[in-house]
């Protein structure tokens, strides 16, 4: 069964510590995507990957870092240098980077206090 | 500035009666447009496309209507069941590859 799979659903952080949040996907797919959406703020995108061992800023890039090293892997770091983490975070994930329709999985709610 | 807007935060329309949700875009480079529904805590799911070369694309109860003299584009549902219920993204790309652009979303009500 493909998809993409996003663990933790839920994860609680104390405010100054980096965390990891976890995307796999099993579709094969060439490029993905991470998204934030914060309440009246609509999907804002952080960074995406187009190719192993390549990606690229999005608009909201300051404060997080990610890695592509396998395909089915885009893990995303959410540092201390990053002001509000507090967030719902998804991750996407599309056939190749000229594939409009992108598949996103079920999000992670960080809380940091 | 954003590139693609969605003016109506929420809506709420009577079960059976139709659903209409507008979004605007600014970049007359895009050439294809998607939207996406949203329940809370889950992951948006992809509903219905349009291609620039069109200007109605429809499945089912869901028709997308897209009028590129205006920049303008809409989402009907037809007839609107309390499943509908959630929020609506209507997203935009250009040619190449550039990522899709979000609007912020409009959140459906269907009342029975």
């Known amino acids: 069964d493909g998809g993409i799979t996003q663990s933790p659903k839920y994860l609680f952080r104390k405010e100054g510590q980096n965390v990891t949040l976890s995307c796999e996907q099993n579709l094969n797919h060439d490029a993905m995507y991470w998204y934030r959406q914060d309440p009246g703020q609509g999907l804002r995108l952080i960074y995406y990957s187009q190719i192993v061992n390549d990606f690229q800023k999005g608009d909201i890039a300051e404060g997080y870092s990610v890695s592509r090293e396998k395909k089915e892997s885009f893990p995303l770091t959410v540092t201390s240098a990053q002001k509000n983490p507090t967030a719902f975070y998804l991750c996407?994930?599309?056939?190749?980077?000229?594939?409009?329709?992108?598949?996103f999985g079920p999000g992670t709610r960080l809380t940091v206090t | 500035d954003q590139q693609v807007k969605q003016n109506s935060p929420s809506l709420s329309v009577q079960e059976g009666r139709i659903s209409i949700l507008n979004c605007d875009y600014t970049?007359?480079?895009?050439?294809?447009f998607l939207w996406y529904k949203k329940y809370p805590a889950e992951g948006p799911t992809f509903l219905i496309s349009?291609?620039?070369?069109?200007d109605k694309n429809e499945d089912g109860r869901f028709t997308v209507f897209l009028n590129k003299s205006a920049k303008h584009l809409s989402l009907h549902i037809v007839p609107s069941q309390p499943g509908d219920s959630a929020v609506y993204f209507c997203?935009?790309?250009?040619?190449?590859?550039?990522?899709?652009?979000f609007g912020k979303g409009t959140r459906l009500s269907v009342i029975a």
């Open positions: 996407a994930s599309a056939v190749g980077a000229q594939s409009y329709e992108q598949y």
């Open positions: 349009i291609s620039s070369i069109k």
């Open positions: 997203a935009a790309s250009g040619s190449g590859n550039t990522p899709l652009v």
């Open positions: 970049n007359s480079m895009f050439d294809y």
